[in-house]
C-alpha cells in the first residue's frame, strides 16, 4: 500500500463526489426551472392546472432524488474514512507485533528517561533480512555472462572476474532501492 495507492483512492472518490455534486447541482437547476414554470404560468387553466400538478409531482420526484444523492454521497465519505481508519489500524497493529518481537532493552533503549546506555543498544529487529546477494558458486560460464548481460556489463575476463563484476553489480542494484530504518524512523541505504 504505497502513497500513489492512497493517492488513487482519493482521487477516484474526489472524482466520484465531484460528479454527484454536478448531478445535483443539475437537479436543484431543474427544481428551480421547475418552481419558475409553475409561478409563471399565470391564472391556472384546468389545462394548465394539469400541468401545474404534473410540474409539482416531478418537483417532489427531484427533490427526492437530491435528497437520495445527498445522502449516498455522505455516506460515501462515511465509508471512504472507515476503511482508511481500517487500513491504519491493520498497520499499527503490524507495527505493535513488530515492537513486541524485540527484547525488552530494545524497546526501552530509545525511549527518554530509560537508563540503557545508547552504546549498548541491542540490534533492531530487521523486517526484511539484510544478506548480501550472492553468486552461487555452482553457476557455469554460461549463466555469469547471461547474468552479466542482464545487468548490461561486459563478459569478457576470467569466472573469478566475472563472478566479482556480477557480485558488485548484485550489490549496486540492491543500493539503488531504500530500506526503513527503525532506529531513526527513516528511509535509507540498506547497510552492506
Do not use: C
Request: proline share 5%; aromatic share 4%.
Amino acid at each position: 500500500m504505497s502513497a500513489a495507492f492512497w493517492e488513487g483512492k482519493r482521487a477516484q472518490l474526489r472524482a466520484e463526489s465531484e460528479a454527484r455534486l454536478r448531478e445535483m447541482d443539475e437537479f436543484v437547476a431543474r427544481e428551480q426551472a421547475l418552481a419558475g414554470a409553475a409561478l409563471g404560468a399565470g391564472a391556472p387553466s384546468s389545462a394548465g392546472s394539469l400541468e401545474a400538478e404534473q410540474l409539482k409531482i416531478d418537483l417532489a420526484a427531484e427533490r427526492e432524488r437530491v435528497r437520495q444523492l445527498e445522502l449516498a454521497l455522505a455516506q460515501q465519505q462515511v465509508d471512504s474514512e472507515h476503511a482508511l481508519q481500517q487500513v491504519s489500524a491493520y498497520w499499527v497493529a503490524k507495527l505493535d507485533d513488530a515492537r513486541a518481537q524485540l527484547p525488552p532493552a530494545a524497546t526501552t533503549a530509545g525511549q527518554p528517561g530509560s537508563a540503557a546506555p545508547a552504546e549498548a543498544a541491542p540490534a533492531v529487529l530487521d523486517l526484511v533480512p539484510q544478506s548480501l546477494p550472492e553468486v552461487r558458486e555452482d553457476m557455469t560460464l554460461r549463466e555469469l555472462r547471461a547474468h552479466l548481460l542482464s545487468y548490461g556489463l561486459s563478459t569478457t575476463g576470467l569466472k573469478s572476474e566475472l563472478r566479482a563484476r556480477l557480485q558488485q553489480a548484485m550489490m549496486d542494484d540492491r543500493l539503488k532501492h531504500l530500506a526503513w530504518d527503525p532506529e531513526t524512523l527513516s528511509w535509507a541505504a540498506p547497510a552492506a
